[in-house]
């Protein structure tokens, strides 16, 4: 059981495999859009980027600081996914 | 900048060093098999590897370039950050468990995993080496750079000092001393950056460092001589003390304040110059260099908003939204070439809007982005590209994945590094803004902005922060010389060449490898003092996004991928990468000193063609070689190379 490469590992069953492979696709997916709208709305909207949006802060830092946090989020979400269900 | 030898921040930097040599040797007792040395033992727990993953991860570029880059650029420099924090999402949705399910020792051993072909090990190492390389001499050329301001050593010395100590740490115990090293400086960076963050909000903006004389009409100078620089916006003046100014002439364009009207005369503010020689000899403003003759220290806020002098403290949204209704004088260099050979950098003020400066495109790097140059915005594409997909193929980042036990843990442990991490460069952020407003900068170097915040503070903490500054820059080389060392015993000597090997050999043969690559990396430290640490970590990633990205998630999700298609891939992502790079137009202008025009490619980053291209070239190989595969699954014996 101990070795984490044994196929009697539990983590290294086909189907935990998959399904965990499947959860990461998605939540990669998800990040990806956010990450390709940041990119594109600096090199083709800039000008919207400086507009002021939260509490006095411009859209550009509140996307960028957003991009951090959403990394953090979906990579716990992504955690609760992949744990083994009863 | 002349600086004062520093003795706290010598002996706590000596403390360090003796601290983690110690524990080295210590661990060194007991890491005696292959599995401990290459892998330590994969017993290290997901938290401690999640810290390590920032201590491997966060290196000089990332401490020291960032904070420099919005220190004098604002905004952009957070752009690196969100590039290179998004790619450790790559890390943990796609190549995480797998990478630890399928490799023993080095990611070789993963992509090689179903195929068992010494050519894929031949290619994968030959591109580890590489990036390794890529990654490895910025952090010496750092490491050289910053010892001369932060510990008064000569620049040799940093990079001998670091290049001892490293390969010391990782002959003695391999991956077991290299993750308690990065564990250790992980939380120290962190931590330390939340104090300072901490103080810089409490200390708030205020307008009375002493400011440049700006926006002068030029007739109210006095001087002996007054001269127009030919071609250039600056006046010279020859003062009556002997001294010579510069005087920089404000575009009338631009907004400048106080608010005087545009006359005939032209408006001028005060510059400051540093003068090489010939015989090497330095002069500010005129005068020899000397520590009562230097330049002064720079960065502060011209305005805030309503009149204010000063804020107070702030809380962190407060903080940027008074920054970007603020003013803040930053300082641009202008270099000329002057009648007796020798150079003059011209360093002078500028008032720039907060505004502008919270807002993508205000670095020479970035500026294509406020550009309508379509190649100049696929530039930044392309980098955000290649910072995106190159985390997670950084082979001295991968190897992490081998120190844990299972892929749970693998899971776990990049959860905690995407935390650490992303904190750090929330951090960086408002340490990068702090210095940009601290009135201590150093026009002359970008990398000691951080360090130099610090000291705006006091001393003890400038201490800490040049100690920790420089223990970066060794838990990062120590991770890339596992990684070269993995990959020329394990994966050459072993797999390619076959040498025989028992457990003990291969540990033998691991440790003279990193001592090779020791001693390697400090000889290129040496040779490439004069180059920029920024750009090559940026080729790094582009070049390991290339060259294994491609082959990593298709051999993942890809059925079809064949043997010949991976080798392919690498070898192609690889050479085309760094032959782009070679041929970019900003190697051109900084590595080979020639026109910049000359350069054959569009823009320089090449990772928005060379990624894609490494996918292709996979998956048309692998189409056409994939009758050799059915004859191998039909049970018939292929030849390996």
Redesign the interface.
């Known amino acids: 059981m101990?070795d984490?490469?044994s196929l009697e590992?539990p983590?290294?069953h086909p189907e935990t495999?998959s399904r965990?492979?499947r959860n990461?696709?998605i939540?990669?997916v998800v990040?990806v859009v956010l990450?390709a709208g940041?990119?594109?709305m600096?090199?083709?909207a800039?000008d919207r980027?400086?507009q002021?949006i939260?509490?006095?802060?411009?859209l550009?830092?509140i996307y960028?600081?957003g991009?951090?946090?959403a990394?953090?989020v979906?990579?716990?979400v992504?955690?609760q996914l992949?744990k083994p269900r009863p | 900048m002349h600086y004062e030898s520093n003795s706290s921040a010598i002996a706590i930097f000596a403390f360090f060093v003796a601290f983690v040599l110690g524990l080295s040797f210590w661990l060194g007792r007991k890491a005696k098999s292959a599995k401990g040395y290459y892998a330590a033992h994969g017993q290290i727990g997901w938290f401690v590897n999640g810290v390590a993953f920032a201590g491997d991860y966060l290196s000089a570029a990332s401490f020291l370039g960032i904070c420099g880059m919005i220190a004098f650029y604002g905004y952009d420099g957070f752009l690196y950050s969100i590039g290179y924090l998004a790619g450790w999402i790559v890390a943990l949705f796609v190549i995480a468990e797998p990478i630890k399910r399928l490799g023993k020792f080095t990611f070789a051993d993963a992509l090689d995993s179903k195929f068992n072909s010494p050519g894929i090990k031949l290619a994968v190492a030959i591109s580890t080496l590489v990036v390794s390389t890529f990654y490895l001499i910025p952090q010496m050329v750092g490491a050289g750079s910053l010892i001369q301001p932060l510990l008064g050593l000569e620049y040799k010395w940093g990079v001998l000092l670091v290049g001892i100590t490293v390969t010391i740490i990782v002959v003695t115990a391999g991956m077991v001393s290299t993750t308690w090293v990065q564990f250790i400086k992980g939380s120290l960076l962190v931590f330390f950056c939340f104090i300072l963050v901490i103080m810089i909000l409490q200390r708030g903006f205020t307008t009375t460092t002493p400011m440049p004389r700006r926006n002068i009409p030029i007739s109210s100078l006095v001087g002996a001589k007054i001269e127009h620089v030919e071609g250039k916006p600056f006046f010279r003046i020859t003062e009556t003390d002997g001294k010579t100014r510069y005087w920089h002439v404000e575009d009338s364009g631009r907004t400048v304040l106080p608010l005087a009207p545009i006359d005939a005369t032209p408006h001028v503010s005060e510059a400051q110059s540093l003068t090489t020689g010939k015989d090497g000899k330095k002069l500010v403003n005129g005068v020899p260099q000397s520590m009562a003759n230097d330049l002064h220290p720079v960065g502060s806020i011209a305005t805030l908003p309503g009149g204010q002098t000063s804020t107070g403290p702030l809380g962190p949204a407060s903080f940027l939204s008074t920054l970007q209704n603020s003013e803040v004088v930053t300082w641009s260099k202008e270099t000329i070439a002057e009648k007796d050979g020798s150079t003059t950098d011209i360093y002078y003020p500028k008032v720039r809007k907060g505004a502008e400066l919270l807002t993508p495109g205000g670095s020479p790097t970035f500026s294509g982005v406020r550009s309508n140059i379509l190649s100049k915005k696929l530039d930044f594409i392309s980098l955000m590209l290649a910072l995106f997909c190159g985390t997670a193929s950084l082979p001295h980042i991968l190897i992490r994945y081998y120190t844990v036990k299972d892929q749970s843990a693998a899971r776990k442990s990049t959860v905690v590094g995407i935390g650490a991490i992303g904190l750090f460069y929330v951090l960086t952020l408002y340490l990068g803004l702090g210095a940009m407003t601290s009135g201590a900068l150093d026009p002359t170097n970008n990398n000691l902005a951080a360090p130099l915040l610090a000291k705006s503070f006091n001393g003890t903490l400038f201490a800490i922060i040049s100690a920790i500054a420089f223990t970066t820059v060794l838990g990062t080389v120590s991770g890339l010389i596992m990684a070269g060392s993995g990959a020329v015993a394990h994966d050459l000597l072993e797999k390619y060449f076959k040498v025989p090997m028992d457990d003990h050999k291969k540990v033998l043969y691991g440790k003279c490898a990193a001592a090779v690559i020791g001693v390697i990396a400090m000889i290129l430290g040496i040779l490439f003092e004069k180059l920029n640490p920024t750009f090559l970590v940026g080729w790094a990633f582009n070049i390991a996004a290339s060259a294994n990205l491609p082959s990593l998630v298709m051999l993942l999700f890809w059925k079809r991928t064949t043997r010949q298609g991976i080798i392919a891939a690498v070898t192609v992502g690889m050479i085309t990468s760094l032959g782009w790079i070679l041929l970019s137009a900003q190697c051109f202008k900084d590595v080979y000193k020639i026109d910049p025009t000359r350069s054959p490619v569009p823009f320089s980053q090449p990772g928005l063609v060379t990624i894609p291209l490494g996918f292709i070239v996979l998956i048309v190989v692998s189409l056409m070689t994939a009758a050799n595969r059915e004859e191998r699954q039909r049970g018939f014996a292929v030849v390996d190379e």
């Open positions: 101990d984490p490469q590992h983590d290294n495999v965990n492979a990461g696709l939540l990669f990040y990450y940041f990119m594109f600096n090199a083709f800039p980027m400086k002021p939260l509490a006095g802060v411009n550009a830092i960028g600081m991009l951090i946090v990394a953090l979906l990579a716990l992504y955690m992949c």
